[in-house]
């Protein structure tokens, strides 16, 4: 794990550590990551494209609603089953994906450089999603502006995520509860609280909960299931790492309240 911060830069040995971070300090690094200014362009060229190829204000209007209807629930069924299943590293070609895409976020929830989502990945799903949806209600001008709308609320996600794991108590009530739940999902039981912005889906499908009294801590909220057993049948995932799987981070305590350690700001 990186040390102290002490610089302007606000890096710390290999990565941004949210966790030593404040929203200005957010703010910059945000402003200044490559995947995010790479979503810009991606912005500004499908907004473009929308432009060009526009398809009237209703189907514009239609498809951007479509996506933002439909993302948190694939958003849900993706980190639910997906990011939190077990199939991806047990094969040696899908450990290394499995690995960057989540794992390594729930070993290390304060780091920025694994928090975001890479955009190798991130974007031909987004691409799958938002496609297809908006070039069924308006052809390539509504699909420019589903695909358009899809990296926007993308941005959106990201930067609340960001403040989920950010050393800073917001000010609104309703990004503090935003906050508070997320906590819960990756320091006290990780089979829960699957949304970033939005919670409904959880609430639908019974995956919601509100505080660590709800259920029993999770014995394995932070390595999703991929324990020392696990990672002995199926080692790619810890070779890659270089060392175990954590159990609990870096500076806990056995025993400790995992939910109030991992962020004394959430609430």
């Known amino acids: 794990m990186s040390g102290t911060l002490r610089n302007p830069t606000i890096r ?20 200044t ?24 204000w209703f189907q514009t209007a239609i498809a951007a609603l479509a996506v933002i209807l439909i993302y948190p629930v694939v958003w849900y069924l993706l980190h639910r089953y997906v990011l939190h299943g077990h199939l991806l590293y047990k094969w040696r070609f899908t450990a290394a994906l499995w690995k960057r895409i989540h794992f390594d976020h729930h070993q290390d929830p304060h780091l920025l450089d694994v928090l975001f989502g890479g955009p190798a990945t991130t974007l031909p799903t987004i691409g799958a ?9 308006g052809g390539p001008g509504s699909a420019a502006t589903a695909f358009c709308a899809g ?31 997320h906590v819960l999902h990756h320091f006290h039981d990780e089979d829960g609280n699957y949304g970033i912005t939005s919670y409904v889906v959880d609430r639908a499908l019974g995956t919601y909960y509100v505080d660590a009294r709800s259920r029993e801590r999770s014995p394995t909220v932070f390595n999703l299931g991929y324990d020392l057993e696990q990672a002995q049948r199926y080692p790619w995932v810890m070779r890659l790492t270089g060392h175990a799987p954590k159990d609990r981070p870096d500076g806990a305590r056995p025993g400790s309240d995992s939910a109030a350690q991992g962020n004394r700001h959430a609430a």
């Open 12 to 31: 710390s040995g290999r990565s941004f550590d949210l966790g030593k971070m404040n929203l200005r300090q957010l703010w910059i690094a945000y402003l």
């Open 33 to 56: 990551y490559p995947t995010i200014l790479l979503y810009f362009a991606l912005i500004a060229v499908s907004f473009g494209l929308a432009v060009h190829f526009f398809a009237g």
């Open 129 to 137: 999603v938002t496609i297809p949806v908006g070039w069924l209600i």
């Open 151 to 181: 990296v926007i609320i993308t941005c959106i996600y990201e930067f609340f995520h960001c403040i989920q794991h950010l050393n800073y108590k917001p000010r609104a009530a309703w990004i503090q509860r935003m906050k508070a739940r």
